[in-house]
């Protein structure tokens, strides 16, 4: 075999070797799917309202079909909040957003629980973390300071540019 004909060869089957080790490599560690890649309580005082936000990176190709399932505590206490998410392939995060909380205490930890399921609806991975805020419920107004898309400012707090109003019931956070 000539020698330029040989380190020919030699150099293709090196390169060849080469895509197939990475092509083979583990990109997620421990076949995990997701990581958490951010968690924060968001205070949204314009429209008096408190929710948990996570956001998940993906540590692998997503599948069609996969759903994220958060299921988080609720600080006034009771059942879960449960949201279901899909997983849409393209993204390079998924986003899971709780409904309006109550009775948010500062640096208290609250637990999430999110499930990623396969399109079957087998659970694929389990994630458990917790959450803590910098703040409380009390730095919100009582009522949302605007009314629609158009940002009106609220008639009801007229007189109260805080948003905070006189005699206003207070959520009942005794259970949480």
């Known amino acids: 075999m ?38 924060v309580v968001v205070f949204n005082y314009r429209l008096a309202r408190a929710t948990y936000v996570v956001t998940l990176r993906p540590l692998q190709p997503m599948g069609e079909g996969q759903v994220a399932v958060a299921s988080f505590q609720n600080p006034a206490g009771g059942a879960p909040l449960v949201v279901e998410q899909k997983v849409w392939p393209k993204l390079d995060k998924v986003s899971l957003e709780s409904p309006a909380l109550t009775c948010i205490v500062k640096d208290k930890p609250y637990a999430i629980s999110i499930s990623i ?21 009390s730095i919100l107004p009582d009522r949302p300071l605007v009314v629609d898309q158009l940002y009106t400012a609220n008639p009801d707090l007229v007189g109260h540019p805080d948003g905070k109003l006189p005699n206003e019931p207070k959520p009942d956070c005794s259970k949480g």
């Open 117 to 137: 399921k396969g399109s079957d609806g087998t659970e694929l991975q389990k994630i458990d973390t917790t959450l803590m805020s910098s703040e409380d419920q």
């Open 2 to 39: 000539p020698k330029g004909l040989f380190r020919s060869v030699v150099v293709f089957i090196a390169l060849v070797t080469a895509v197939a080790l990475s092509a083979c490599r583990d990109t997620g560690g421990d076949g995990k799917l997701f990581e958490v890649s951010g968690k």
